[in-house]
Structure formats: structure tokens, C-alpha cells
């Protein structure tokens, strides 16, 4: 098993009119860079990864993006094309390799570029989100805050000397994080550890919809007599539990069992509108998948 941390910049359409002509709904994020570090048996960082990739598709900088980035409009033009980009990265990866990351876009990103080239990203389908790992081994999974790397790396005192929002910066800082944590449970069995946080990044993880019915009536018995199914894998699911409300008569809470993906989470919220019952419902896989 190879542990390689990963970060990717990306550009999109430039905003405003002229933006929405450009968008391309297939592709809302185009890879301009890679960057990745593997992470050896010691937890100690190893070999790098980094490369430039020449946009197809938008082709002028964002320049909300090249402000974060730093990056110059020339520099786009100096890359390779993303097909050559992913190859080498696939090469550098080796086979049986977890993608981890900080959050959940950039995994999602990457199959969406793959998949808008035509490339095969089946060996890309184990990935850990590092930002949910730090929320458990380092702050007690308590917050449901989403942290940002310069906070992780202040937390675990750990030196910034490096700009951030390079990709292989980005992605060093994120392998240092990864490293700190594991150092810290004291054990070699690194993926042990990580074991519960493994999940397949190119499964459908949510969903919402909304339906309307007359108003006034009961909201637990409207939710409770829908038909659900499991946004991965389309199963019907299952549920003995109540519907429960969570802000009165506004807002509710059901869990849901898929037999394949475990327990889900639904979440509805209700508005009236032109004499009729609004339900918004939305559905989610948990991570960690197991509910570590
Ligand atoms: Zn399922």
C-alpha cells in the first residue's frame, strides 16, 4: 500500500458574462498543477511529485485564482497536457495506492478532469480526507469545523516554512500533518490506523430533492412514508428510527440504512409556498464511513 498526499490548482471560468458562456458544466475545475509527496513506512515524507499542466479549456487565468496562486497568466502556457501530467502521476503512485488529501475537492477534481479526457481513474478509488483525520486524532473528532491546513500546522507546531497554495508545498505541509498525527499514536500500524478513514472518493455521497404536498399536514408522517434511496448505490433504504425534529415544526433529522453503505444521515427542512408544503431533502454518506 502507498500513501501519497496530493493537492491540485485548479482554474475555472472567468467570472461574469463572459464566464458563463466559456463554463464548461463537465469540467467546472481545470487542473493546472499537481503536486504530491509519498509518505514512507516511518512516516517520514519521501518522494515528490510536481507539474505543470497547460489548461484546454480555460485558457485565461481566473484572477481570483491567480491571486490565491500567485500564478501568472504566461505560466499557464508552460505546462504539459493533463493526459501526459496524469500518466506520470499514475507512474509516481505505483499500484495499490491510498490518495489522501485535504478535503474532499481534490479527489473529485482529479476524476472529473480524468473523465473529461477519457483516462481510466479506476486506480484512483481508496482516498482519506487528512482535514476529517485531524479533526479525530488531533481535536477529539468534538468540532465539526472544517480546518484549514495553516490551522492543523499551527496546532501541531509545526514549522511553515514553505508559501502556502503551491500544490507540492501544499502537499508537503499536509504529508508533515499526516506525519505528526501518526507519530503521535505511537504505533507503527500506520494503516491500521487510517483503516477506518478510507473511503472510495468517486461515489456519489449526496444528494438532495424536494417535493411539495398540501400544506398543513403532519411533517414526521410525510417524511417517514417517502421512498429513499441510497444516493451511492440506488438501494431502497431502511429505517426504525423516528423522524426527529431538530428546530421545531422547520427542521428535521431521519437516519437511514443502506444494506451496502451503512447508516445515512437525511436532513429536511420544510417552507411554505403558494398554499403548499415545501420538503427539502438531503442525503448523505457519513465520513469517516463507519462512523469512527
Ligand atoms: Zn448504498
Redesign the pocket.
Known amino acids: 500500500m502507498n500513501f501519497v498526499v496530493f493537492d491540485l490548482e485548479w482554474n475555472s471560468a472567468v467570472p461574469g458574462k463572459a464566464g458563463v458562456s466559456e463554463n464548461h458544466p463537465d469540467l467546472p475545475f481545470e487542473i493546472i498543477e499537481i503536486g504530491a509527496v509519498k509518505l514512507s513506512a516511518e512516516a517520514k515524507s519521501g518522494a515528490t511529485f510536481t507539474a505543470n499542466v497547460k489548461p484546454q479549456v480555460y485558457k485565461k487565468l481566473n484572477k481570483y485564482i491567480a491571486r490565491v496562486t500567485q500564478r501568472s497568466q504566461e505560466s499557464l502556457g508552460q505546462g504539459d497536457p493533463f493526459p501526459l501530467v496524469v500518466s506520470k502521476f499514475i507512474d509516481f503512485c505505483g499500484t495499490d495506492v491510498i490518495l489522501a488529501s485535504w478535503g474532499l475537492s481534490d479527489p473529485q477534481v482529479l476524476k472529473q478532469n480524468m473523465d473529461f479526457h477519457n483516462l481510466d481513474s479506476s486506480s484512483f478509488n481508496k482516498a482519506i480526507n487528512l482535514q476529517v483525520v485531524f479533526a479525530h486524532m488531533a481535536e477529539g473528532g468534538q468540532t465539526s469545523q472544517q480546518r484549514s491546513i495553516e490551522y492543523a500546522l499551527e496546532f501541531l507546531n509545526i514549522e511553515t516554512d514553505l508559501s502556502f497554495h503551491d500544490a507540492l508545498n501544499d502537499a508537503c505541509y499536509a504529508g508533515r500533518i499526516l506525519n505528526a498525527l501518526l507519530l503521535k499514536t505511537g504505533t507503527e500500524e500506520h494503516e491500521k490506523v487510517l483503516r477506518p478513514f478510507l473511503y472510495d472518493p468517486f461515489l456519489q455521497r449526496e444528494k438532495t430533492w424536494q417535493i411539495a404536498v398540501a400544506a398543513g399536514g403532519n411533517a414526521e408522517a410525510v417524511i417517514s412514508k417517502q421512498e429513499i434511496t441510497?444516493?451511492?448505490?440506488?438501494?431502497v433504504?431502511t429505517s426504525d428510527e423516528p423522524v426527529i425534529s431538530t428546530k421545531k415544526k422547520k427542521r428535521w433529522s431521519w437516519f437511514l440504512n443502506?444494506?451496502?453503505?451503512g447508516r445515512?444521515r437525511c436532513t429536511i427542512s420544510r417552507y411554505r409556498r403558494e398554499g403548499k408544503d415545501i420538503y427539502h431533502f438531503k442525503l448523505t454518506?457519513p465520513y469517516p464511513p463507519n462512523g469512527y
Do not use: I, M
Not at 443502506?258 to 453503505?261: A, D, L, P, V
Open positions: 441510497c444516493p451511492a448505490c440506488q438501494r433504504l443502506c444494506e451496502k453503505h445515512l454518506l
